[in-house]
Protein backbone atom coordinates (compact mmCIF):
# COMPACT_ATOMS: atom_id res chain seq x y z
CA UNK A 1 0.00 0.00 0.00
CA UNK A 2 1.22 3.46 -1.05
CA UNK A 3 1.44 6.41 1.38
CA UNK A 4 0.25 9.73 0.15
CA UNK A 5 1.94 12.70 1.70
CA UNK A 6 -0.28 14.64 3.69
CA UNK A 7 1.46 18.11 2.60
CA UNK A 8 1.89 20.66 4.83
CA UNK A 9 -2.19 21.64 4.85
CA UNK A 10 -2.65 17.95 6.30
CA UNK A 11 -0.22 18.65 8.98
CA UNK A 12 -1.25 21.58 9.90
CA UNK A 13 -5.43 20.37 10.23
CA UNK A 14 -4.13 17.84 12.34
CA UNK A 15 -1.86 20.19 14.73
CA UNK A 16 -5.01 22.20 14.95
CA UNK A 17 -6.98 19.38 16.17
CA UNK A 18 -3.90 18.13 18.34
CA UNK A 19 -4.01 21.80 19.76
CA UNK A 20 -8.05 21.72 20.06
CA UNK A 21 -7.29 18.11 22.23
CA UNK A 22 -4.78 19.45 24.71
CA UNK A 23 -6.67 22.80 25.19
CA UNK A 24 -9.87 20.29 26.04
CA UNK A 25 -7.93 18.68 28.57
CA UNK A 26 -5.76 21.75 30.12
CA UNK A 27 -9.05 23.24 30.24
CA UNK A 28 -10.69 20.59 32.27
CA UNK A 29 -7.16 20.34 34.52
CA UNK A 30 -6.39 23.72 34.85
CA UNK A 31 -7.31 27.39 34.76
CA UNK A 32 -8.49 29.35 31.83
CA UNK A 33 -5.25 30.49 29.94
CA UNK A 34 -5.51 34.01 28.60
CA UNK A 35 -6.58 34.74 24.87
CA UNK A 36 -2.80 35.86 24.21
CA UNK A 37 -1.77 32.30 25.58
CA UNK A 38 -3.95 30.64 23.92
CA UNK A 39 -3.01 32.11 20.49
CA UNK A 40 0.82 31.29 21.63
CA UNK A 41 0.39 27.70 22.10
CA UNK A 42 -1.57 27.81 18.90
CA UNK A 43 1.53 28.76 17.00
CA UNK A 44 3.80 26.55 18.61
CA UNK A 45 1.66 23.54 17.88
CA UNK A 46 1.35 24.25 14.36
CA UNK A 47 5.43 25.33 14.17
CA UNK A 48 5.79 22.05 15.54
CA UNK A 49 3.52 20.49 13.11
CA UNK A 50 5.48 21.30 10.43
CA UNK A 51 9.01 21.26 12.05
CA UNK A 52 10.07 17.68 10.89
CA UNK A 53 9.79 18.43 7.15
CA UNK A 54 12.48 21.33 7.73
CA UNK A 55 14.96 18.66 6.25
CA UNK A 56 13.41 19.20 2.70
CA UNK A 57 12.71 22.21 0.68
CA UNK A 58 8.67 22.78 2.38
CA UNK A 59 6.89 25.29 4.23
CA UNK A 60 7.87 24.40 7.64
CA UNK A 61 11.72 24.95 6.40
CA UNK A 62 10.75 28.05 4.86
CA UNK A 63 8.99 29.54 8.34
CA UNK A 64 11.98 27.86 10.04
CA UNK A 65 15.02 29.52 8.41
CA UNK A 66 12.82 32.93 8.68
CA UNK A 67 12.89 32.53 12.36
CA UNK A 68 16.33 31.51 12.52
CA UNK A 69 17.26 34.79 10.42
CA UNK A 70 15.33 36.80 12.83
CA UNK A 71 17.40 35.39 15.64
CA UNK A 72 20.50 35.58 13.63
CA UNK A 73 19.66 39.58 13.54
CA UNK A 74 18.67 39.96 17.10
CA UNK A 75 21.92 38.40 18.50
CA UNK A 76 24.25 40.88 15.96
CA UNK A 77 22.15 43.96 17.10
CA UNK A 78 23.11 42.58 21.03
CA UNK A 79 26.68 41.48 19.58
CA UNK A 80 26.33 38.27 20.84
CA UNK A 81 28.80 37.07 18.22
CA UNK A 82 29.65 33.62 19.67
CA UNK A 83 25.92 32.60 19.95
CA UNK A 84 25.40 33.74 16.56
CA UNK A 85 28.04 31.71 15.25
CA UNK A 86 26.82 28.65 17.12
CA UNK A 87 23.37 29.10 15.85
CA UNK A 88 24.66 29.48 12.28
CA UNK A 89 26.31 26.48 12.28
CA UNK A 90 23.64 24.68 13.91
CA UNK A 91 20.86 26.02 11.90
CA UNK A 92 22.54 24.15 8.75
CA UNK A 93 22.26 20.42 10.28
CA UNK A 94 18.34 20.59 8.34
CA UNK A 95 19.97 20.44 4.94
CA UNK A 96 22.64 18.27 5.83
CA UNK A 97 20.63 14.86 7.16
CA UNK A 98 18.43 13.19 4.94
CA UNK A 99 14.89 13.24 4.61
CA UNK A 100 12.53 11.32 7.26
CA UNK A 101 16.05 10.32 8.90
CA UNK A 102 16.58 12.60 12.43
CA UNK A 103 13.95 15.12 12.11
CA UNK A 104 11.27 12.46 11.88
CA UNK A 105 12.63 10.40 14.83
CA UNK A 106 10.89 10.45 17.95
CA UNK A 107 13.45 10.67 20.60
CA UNK A 108 14.61 14.00 18.06
CA UNK A 109 11.68 15.63 18.38
CA UNK A 110 10.76 14.95 22.18
CA UNK A 111 14.54 15.38 23.64
CA UNK A 112 15.94 19.10 21.09
CA UNK A 113 13.01 20.98 21.65
CA UNK A 114 13.53 19.78 26.30
CA UNK A 115 17.09 20.32 25.33
CA UNK A 116 16.46 24.10 24.26
CA UNK A 117 13.92 25.05 26.88
CA UNK A 118 16.69 23.83 29.72
CA UNK A 119 18.79 26.26 27.55
CA UNK A 120 16.61 29.29 27.57
CA UNK A 121 16.07 28.42 31.06
CA UNK A 122 19.10 29.36 32.24
CA UNK A 123 18.90 32.63 30.72
CA UNK A 124 15.76 33.69 30.85
CA UNK A 125 14.42 31.60 34.67
CA UNK A 126 11.84 34.06 34.69
CA UNK A 127 10.10 32.53 31.67
CA UNK A 128 10.76 29.04 32.36
CA UNK A 129 7.33 27.49 33.08
CA UNK A 130 5.85 29.75 30.05
CA UNK A 131 8.31 28.17 27.67
CA UNK A 132 7.52 24.75 29.11
CA UNK A 133 4.56 25.15 27.98
CA UNK A 134 5.70 26.38 24.88
CA UNK A 135 7.72 23.55 24.30
CA UNK A 136 5.40 20.94 25.07
CA UNK A 137 2.64 22.21 22.63
CA UNK A 138 5.56 22.15 19.96
CA UNK A 139 6.00 18.25 21.11
CA UNK A 140 2.41 18.18 20.04
CA UNK A 141 2.19 19.11 16.99
CA UNK A 142 5.38 17.46 15.78
CA UNK A 143 4.22 14.30 17.47
CA UNK A 144 1.15 14.81 15.06
CA UNK A 145 3.13 15.13 12.18
CA UNK A 146 4.86 12.01 12.37
CA UNK A 147 1.56 10.22 13.60
CA UNK A 148 0.36 11.61 9.71
CA UNK A 149 4.29 10.48 7.84
CA UNK A 150 4.78 7.67 9.50
CA UNK A 151 1.23 5.62 10.85
CA UNK A 152 0.11 4.98 13.93
CA UNK A 153 1.95 1.40 14.19
CA UNK A 154 5.46 2.78 13.35
CA UNK A 155 5.34 5.88 15.94
CA UNK A 156 4.01 3.86 18.66
CA UNK A 157 7.11 1.35 17.92
CA UNK A 158 8.86 4.47 18.06
CA UNK A 159 7.42 5.83 21.14
CA UNK A 160 7.79 2.47 22.97
CA UNK A 161 11.43 2.27 21.76
CA UNK A 162 12.33 5.75 22.91
CA UNK A 163 10.69 5.03 26.23
CA UNK A 164 12.61 1.78 26.53
Known sequence: MVRRM???????????LVYIVIMTVYFLVY????????FEWLLCTLMGSLFPDIDIKSKGQKYFYLIVLCG?????VQE???TLAWCSIISLAPILVRHR????QVWFVIIMPLSIWILLS???PVY??????????????ALS?????LGIRKLSKQLYDTIQ
Do not use: M, S
Not at 6 to 16: S, V
Not at 128 to 141: Q, R
Not at 145 to 149: A, G, R
Open 6 to 16: AGYAGHLRLGF
Open 31 to 38: QQPTPVTC
Open 72 to 76: LVLLF
Open 80 to 82: KLE
Open 101 to 104: GLFH
Open 122 to 124: CFA
Open 128 to 141: KNALLYDILFFIGG
Open 145 to 149: HLWLD
